[in-house]
């Protein structure tokens, strides 16, 4: 009986050690004191910067995306947050000129439990377009026959009114690297982006009114506008695409009659517009800049994004239109990349992009 | 005549069988347990304590019980990841076996089916259990579970007045999700027990026994249109880490160790008394995969609970019985973050409870029951991610009543009626909650050798500041009783 007990004993003092003891720091009740201050200066060289008052925070961390505003005195208090890296991101229109927006944002800010986190964010100046580039799905479908031709970009009109896509542009800027500064990059700091490789434009002309693209939408322009399914089955139907690059110049291109098409203004390209599988850089332009060959002007660029698979290439696109990149999901894995939040764009696409498994074209 | 009585049999079984639960006599007379004799309910180590050592000397006798049993419930008060209602359909065997001095064997299986109506959002078959971790998509929908459970226990006298028993247990659950995200769950629920109990002498009777619980549920969402399907893991009740992808999954792991010890005491030919007492370790891992083959740990929650039970049955007469009952209960439990490791969770229950209950035979057919049983809760919660603390306090109130005719044939009819007054619910969070709960069942000798035994019971929770807020529950259960096979 002795043994028994001595047994069961045994049993229930090991059980008990075994035991894990509860962390001694709780979560949830970490503090961020943030101060937003923006640059207002409109003609002078030396910055001028005023609280941001009421302007739209973003937080982004693991938990996802927290949206706050800032005061009167352009100050956010947060208390009670749980424990995370943030990435913080400030907006607001320009006070005296609604075509520019001021943002700012820091990244990876490391909130410790129980500890209160303060930081001053300075935005720059960035053109306030209304449209913003939403979607890039390049790398193809799951095949093994080199399949990519399902290609597409998506714009997504961000603003509360109706814009107009007449005579805008999009470009792939893959060249300006033979003793450049690679793609995108303002080669002799001119004021322009370097390196167009190719460049398809809407009918029309800048400012013209015949192309709508209604508030809080999605334009998908697809390479080709056809149900892909039919060729490899882990593709995406295409077919209901809102706008088709077409190429005029090109022999073998295929036009869907139904879609409505972005025409080739290079004609020494002819070949429809692919972009690179993993790497690449795509602009928005509105079409105001007649001379493309000798750079993009900064002024005429709505919205750009650089793309790539490895973090340690290099980042080319002037900081002007972005200062990150996004991270490209592999090639020929189906996965697409877009914005984490509709049309949020902070420029810098290292915060605003994230490469998601499957592409989502016409919707988010 | 005989046709007519064969209708109502049919027809007692077809209504039992439109509703869950256990089958037995007492659950027909309200639940009343504390002042009433019922072989079912004796205060030995094996029916009081759960003890599998002290089965041989329980039951003598050769049996098999075959008890379908169906229930419905539905109504508007309950948490935010429950169901809508739940439809219950399940049959069970239980066989017992006296083998003579070889021992006794016990042998019981179930097949289980249920469908959860509007399930919202969450994946997990319990997402109350106490963790600080929900596992959510976007819908509701209908969940269906189904599957067997089989348990087997042996017990047999080891030494003079030394007897030993085990039990193995296995239990299996497939759920389906009907819509979006179309989760598919596998719960698997392995577990042993074994104890010894000693006859001191012959009126009191020691025993302790070891009780273990592993239960692995593997979650998998994934869209059947090959589109991505999106989650949410949620860390506390506010905030959550998404995940998306063609398939998500989860695994959610749950150990248990639990001993126990009885204590039987006959104090003299009427009066009985005993004590039983648990202490239980249990945690649950929240396994995230990272990889193809590695797991990650997302979650711990851990859980230690220790209870002791009094109960004291005294026959004062051939025609009445007291009894009195005492409980002390207390759970701790705490969550965290494991990469962290941060405490998310922190919760602490304690419960005393006292009751008293009477039978009483008024004539030779009619024997009527009460038990009233008094309770007070003290409950202190910190959700610190959630930033919300409670410090509750609750005096519960039972009230059962029953009563048992015995009609011509030994055939036995059998009412009940019970209302539980809570000050505060801990499960669903009312105020001033009031369940009433009613029992209609019969006992009816087929022949000899067959015995039937069913009831229906209906019940109403509704939290007292809001009459149109309400669950009610119905249910009927059937054992069919085969005194040899």
Not at chain 1, 5 to 28: A, H, K, N, R, T
Not at chain 1, 105 to 127: H, K
Not at chain 1, 214 to 243: E, G, I, M, Q
Not at chain 2, 272 to 280: D, F, V, W
Request: with cysteine; glycine share 8%.
């Amino acid at each position: 009986m002795k043994k028994i007990s001595s047994v069961f004993l045994f049993l229930l003092l090991g059980l008990i050690s075994c035991q894990e003891e509860p962390p001694v720091v709780p979560d949830g009740n970490s503090k961020i004191n943030l101060m937003a201050l923006g640059d207002t200066t409109l003609v002078d060289s030396i910055p001028h910067f005023i609280p941001m008052q009421n302007a739209k925070v973003i937080l982004s961390s693991e938990y996802g995306l927290m949206i706050k505003y800032t005061d009167q005195n352009g100050s956010l208090i947060l208390e009670g947050l749980p424990a995370a890296a943030y990435s913080i991101s400030v907006r607001m229109p320009h006070p005296l000129n609604e075509n520019i927006l001021l943002v700012g944002n820091i990244r990876d800010v490391q909130v410790s439990p129980a500890q209160v986190t303060a930081d001053t964010i300075f935005a720059e100046q960035v053109a306030n377009t209304g449209i913003a580039i939403n979607e890039i799905y390049a790398g193809g479908p799951l095949n093994n026959i080199f399949f990519f031709y399902d290609q597409f970009i998506e714009l997504y009109n961000y603003s509360d009114e109706i814009k107009y896509v007449d005579g805008m542009i999009v470009t792939r800027v893959s060249g300006n690297n033979d003793g450049g500064q690679g793609p995108g990059a303002d080669e002799g700091n001119d004021g322009d982006i370097d390196g167009v490789t190719y460049i398809f434009k809407f009918p029309g002309k800048p400012g013209e009114t015949n192309y709508p693209f209604y508030p809080h939408t999605f334009l998908v322009l697809a390479s080709t506008a056809v149900n892909h399914k039919n060729v490899v089955s882990t593709s995406y139907d295409l077919s209901n695409a809102d706008w088709e690059f077409y190429n005029q110049f090109s022999a073998s291109d295929f036009d869907n009659p139904n879609v409505k098409n972005l025409i080739n203004i290079r004609s020494d390209r002819t070949v429809d517009f692919l972009i690179n599988l993993v790497s690449d850089v795509i602009v928005l332009g509105s079409g105001v800049d007649p001379l493309w060959e000798d750079g993009l002007d900064l002024p005429t660029v709505i919205d750009g994004v650089q793309y790539k698979s490895s973090v340690t290439s290099r980042k080319t696109l002037d900081a002007r239109v972005d200062k990150g990149f996004a991270q490209s999901p592999p090639k020929y894995s189906g996965k697409s990349m877009r914005r984490r939040e509709p049309g949020v764009d902070t420029n810098d696409a290292t915060l605003d992009w994230e490469p998601i498994p499957f592409a989502t074209p016409g919707f988010h | 005549m005989k046709k007519q009585f064969y209708l109502f049999v049919l027809f007692w079984i077809l209504i039992s069988t439109l509703s869950p639960a256990q089958q037995s006599r007492l659950s027909s007379l309200g639940g009343l347990s504390i002042g009433i004799e019922d072989k079912d309910n004796l205060l030995t180590p094996f029916d009081f304590g759960n003890n599998p050592a002290w089965l041989f000397m329980d039951e003598k006798e050769t049996y098999l019980n075959i008890s379908p049993a169906i229930s419905n419930s539905w109504g508007s008060y309950h948490r935010k990841y429950d169901s809508e209602g739940d439809m219950y359909y399940g049959t069970s065997f239980k066989g017992i076996k006296p083998l003579g001095q070889l021992g006794t064997f016990l042998g019981y299986t179930s097949y289980d089916y249920e469908i959860r109506r509007n399930y919202n959002r969450t994946l997990k078959y319990d997402s109350y259990s106490g963790e600080a971790f929900f596992f959510v998509d976007t819908t509701a929908g209908n969940f269906h579970y189904n599957g067997p459970k089989v348990n087997l226990m042996y017990s047999w006298e080891l030494l003079d007045n030394l007897y030993a028993g085990g039990s193995v247990t296995y239990q299996l659950l497939d759920g389906l999700k009907k819509v979006y995200t179309y989760a598919k769950t596998i719960y698997r629920n392995v577990g042993g027990n074994f104890g010894l109990a000693y006859e001191l002498d012959k009126d009191i009777v020691i025993g302790a026994h070891y009780t273990f619980f592993d239960t692995q549920e593997s979650i998998e969402a994934a869209d059947v249109n090959l589109l991505e399907v999106e989650t949410f893991n949620y860390r506390g009740e506010t905030y959550f880490v998404p995940d998306r992808g063609s398939s998500v999954t989860q695994k959610i792991r749950k150990k248990s160790s639990t001993f126990s010890g009885q204590l039987f005491y006959q104090v003299m030919d009427e009066l009985q008394a005993a004590i039983q007492t648990n202490y239980s370790l249990a945690n649950s891992k929240v396994l995230i995969p990272e990889g193809s083959f590695k797991e990650v740990e997302e979650g711990y929650a851990s859980f230690e609970s220790f209870d002791v039970q009094f109960k004291s049955q005294y026959k004062i007469d051939e025609n009445f019985t007291a009894g009195c009952y005492a409980a002390y209960a207390s759970r701790d439990s705490w969550s965290r973050h494991s990469h962290k490791n941060l405490l998310l969770w922190d919760w602490n229950i304690n419960n005393v409870s006292v009751g008293v209950g009477s039978s009483y035979k008024v004539t030779q057919e009619l024997m009527v029951g009460i038990d009233y049983m008094l309770g007070w809760k003290k409950i202190d919660s910190t959700k610190y991610i959630d930033n919300r603390a409670a410090y509750l306090n609750s005096n519960d109130h039972t009230f059962r009543l029953g009563a048992e005719y015995k009609m011509l044939g030994n055939v036995f009819l059998r009412g009940g009626y019970s209302l539980n007054m809570d000050e505060y619910d801990i499960y669903y969070g009312g105020e001033n909650v009031k369940n009433h709960s009613f029992t209609l069942g019969i006992g009816l000798p087929i022949n000899e050798s067959i015995l039937l035994d069913s009831h229906i019971n209906y019940s109403k929770i509704s939290p007292g500041n809001n009459s149109a807020i309400a669950r009610s529950f119905l249910g009927a259960f059937v054992t069919v009783r085969l005194n040899s096979f």
